[in-house]
């Protein structure tokens, strides 16, 4: 299957013999049309056919089946090559992130600042603050999802910093340059909420937030950590994530399976996070240029791009997000009760039963603001309202013509509305 030229272009090569390149990329053209030029070829001179030869002995062994065999070998072959890629990219990009600033309306956005987080972990975050900092309000923080990093909150941080709040947005564990530790388990709830909790002594002067925001894993995080520690927070704004309680329920229903599926399917290990990354990030761009109803600029979405490709280990670190959900690490994924996911995953890898981990959340009383895209293409519209025994003082507001990206899509009405509520009474009407 391997041309006689010691020079093998490893995409040409998984196109004509394997398949795997061709379905993906071939689908969407458009997001990759450097593909082929942008990896440079794979030379056995180099040493890696000897690599080659131990992936490849490894994988027979391990498998009776010849085209899963070759399958892994492609796979193997393709991260190393996309490796070697992405540390061209880390080398071109290191020393012009560090303290690099992105111009809002009015105040500047900087990042490269660093914290510490739980287990060792460095959490880079950015962050704009007013211009007079000497009359800050308070400070609010906003996390942010999947395949995202701190850059999703570009339209929010001026607007915050603007109305007296220093605004801070920090790259998740494992996303961006924050650290990326090893292992599913470092992915779950209880690890992300103690990077947040540890994160809010050290930006906050009072050791308090005035307001803690999130979107997509972001708003499971700051579910979990309004639960969790409810004196860190003054209020609590969500973005299009569901009350894991509420989220529990819509996985027992065939509609939320349905929309979920990809939930399942990153439970495959490596293959994920490589078809993320083929063909220099063809289907992120892909989902950046589409999901979204206001389209991004180009620069925006190359943004996003650097953001992975420049910080080798973040796609997988991404997917294990997924992964440890599908394991029970997080409330409303795995937890007693929810039943479906976890059953159907237990019996698929023949999993034992884990321990049991309490099922119910705490009551958040603080104000809950849930702002959901009706048009969310991941979630149904249904699991918007959180149950109101959990979240008694809430506010759902629903945008009809916006999608899961809904601070994207309508950046303006959703400043006003975080602003509002940073402004509100302590119950909400």
Same mark, same amino acid.
Request: hydrophobic share 45%; with cysteine.
């Given at each position: 299957?391997?041309?006689?030229?010691?020079?093998?272009?490893?995409?040409?090569?998984?196109?004509?013999?394997?398949?795997?390149?061709?379905?993906?990329?071939?689908?969407?053209?458009?997001?990759?049309?450097?593909?082929?030029?942008?990896?440079?070829?794979?030379?056995?001179?180099?040493?890696?056919?000897?690599?080659?030869?131990?992936?490849?002995?490894?994988?027979?062994?391990?498998?009776?089946?010849?085209?899963?065999? /070759?399958? !892994?070998? #492609?796979? @193997?072959? %393709? &991260?190393? *090559? +996309?490796?070697?890629? $992405?540390?061209?990219?880390?080398?071109?990009?290191?020393?012009?992130?560090?303290?690099?600033?992105?111009?809002?309306?009015?105040?500047?956005?900087?990042?490269?600042?660093?914290?510490?987080?739980?287990?060792?972990?460095?959490?880079?975050?950015?962050?704009?603050?007013?211009?007079?900092?000497?009359?800050?309000?308070?400070?609010?923080?906003?996390?942010?999802?999947?395949?995202?990093?701190?850059?999703?909150?570009?339209?929010? /941080?001026? !607007?915050? #910093?603007? @109305?007296? %709040? &220093?605004? *801070? +947005?920090?790259?998740? $564990?494992?996303?961006?340059?924050?650290?990326?530790?090893?292992?599913?388990?470092?992915?779950?709830?209880?690890?992300?909420?103690?990077?947040?909790?540890?994160?809010?002594?050290?930006?906050?002067?009072?050791?308090?937030?005035?307001?803690?925001?999130?979107?997509?894993?972001?708003?499971?995080?700051?579910?979990?950590?309004?639960?969790?520690?409810?004196?860190?927070?003054?209020?609590?704004?969500?973005?299009?994530?569901?009350?894991?309680?509420?989220? #529990?329920?819509?996985?027992?229903?065939?509609?939320?399976?349905?929309?979920?599926?990809?939930?399942?399917?990153?439970?495959?290990?490596?293959?994920?996070?490589?078809?993320?990354?083929?063909?220099?990030?063809?289907?992120?761009?892909?989902?950046?240029?589409?999901?979204?109803?206001?389209?991004?600029?180009?620069?925006?979405?190359?943004?996003?791009?650097?953001?992975?490709?420049?910080?080798?280990?973040?796609?997988?670190?991404?997917?294990?997000?997924?992964?440890?959900?599908?394991?029970?690490?997080?409330?409303?994924?795995?937890?007693?009760?929810?039943?479906?996911?976890?059953?159907?995953?237990?019996?698929?890898?023949?999993?034992?039963?884990?321990?049991?981990?309490?099922?119910?959340?705490?009551?958040?009383?603080?104000?809950?603001?849930?702002?959901?895209?009706?048009?969310?293409?991941?979630?149904?519209?249904?699991?918007?309202?959180?149950?109101?025994?959990?979240?008694?003082?809430?506010?759902?507001?629903?945008?009809?013509?916006?999608?899961?990206?809904?601070?994207?899509?309508?950046?303006?009405?959703?400043?006003?509305?975080?602003?509002?509520?940073?402004?509100?009474?302590?119950?909400?009407?």
């Amino acid at each position: 299957a391997f041309p006689a030229s010691p020079d093998i272009s490893l995409m040409g090569w998984l196109s004509k013999s394997v398949g795997l390149y061709s379905p993906v990329v071939r689908a969407v053209p458009r997001f990759a049309p450097a593909a082929h030029a942008s990896l440079r070829p794979l030379r056995f001179r180099d040493g890696i056919g000897r690599q080659l030869t131990t992936i490849t002995g490894a994988s027979r062994r391990g498998s009776t089946q010849p085209a899963l065999a /070759l399958a !892994a070998t #492609a796979v @193997a072959l %393709y &991260r190393i *090559v +996309a490796a070697r890629r $992405r540390a061209d990219v880390a080398a071109a990009a290191a020393g012009a992130s560090a303290g690099a600033g992105v111009a809002g309306e009015e105040l500047a956005i900087t990042s490269g600042h660093f914290a510490a987080g739980g287990e060792g972990v460095r959490i880079h975050y950015a962050e704009c603050r007013p211009l007079n900092q000497a009359e800050e309000k308070g400070t609010v923080m906003l996390l942010h999802g999947f395949p995202d990093y701190h850059g999703s909150w570009r339209a929010q /941080l001026p !607007a915050l #910093a603007a @109305a007296g %709040y &220093r605004a *801070v +947005a920090p790259d998740l $564990r494992g996303f961006g340059r924050s650290s990326k530790p090893e292992g599913v388990a470092s992915y779950g709830e209880r690890a992300l909420v103690e990077d947040i909790a540890r994160l809010v002594e050290q930006v906050s002067a009072t050791g308090r937030l005035s307001m803690l925001v999130g979107h997509d894993w972001g708003a499971f995080v700051a579910w979990a950590a309004a639960a969790e520690y409810p004196q860190l927070f003054e209020r609590l704004a969500i973005l299009n994530v569901p009350h894991p309680t509420r989220f #529990a329920e819509g996985l027992l229903t065939w509609q939320q399976l349905s929309k979920s599926w990809y939930i399942f399917a990153f439970q495959t290990p490596l293959l994920p996070e490589t078809l993320l990354e083929l063909a220099d990030f063809a289907l992120l761009r892909r989902m950046l240029s589409t999901d979204p109803d206001a389209p991004m600029p180009p620069e925006v979405i190359e943004e996003h791009v650097r953001a992975f490709a420049a910080n080798p280990g973040a796609m997988a670190a991404a997917v294990n997000y997924y992964r440890a959900g599908g394991r029970g690490l997080w409330s409303g994924m795995g937890s007693a009760g929810v039943g479906a996911m976890q059953v159907a995953l237990r019996a698929l890898t023949r999993t034992p039963e884990p321990p049991q981990r309490q099922s119910e959340r705490g009551e958040i009383v603080i104000p809950v603001q849930v702002l959901w895209g009706d048009r969310d293409r991941y979630l149904g519209r249904e699991l918007a309202e959180p149950p109101r025994e959990l979240v008694p003082n809430q506010r759902p507001t629903r945008f009809l013509d916006a999608t899961h990206w809904v601070h994207w899509d309508r950046p303006q009405e959703v400043n006003e509305e975080l602003l509002a509520l940073l402004q509100a009474e302590t119950n909400l009407p």
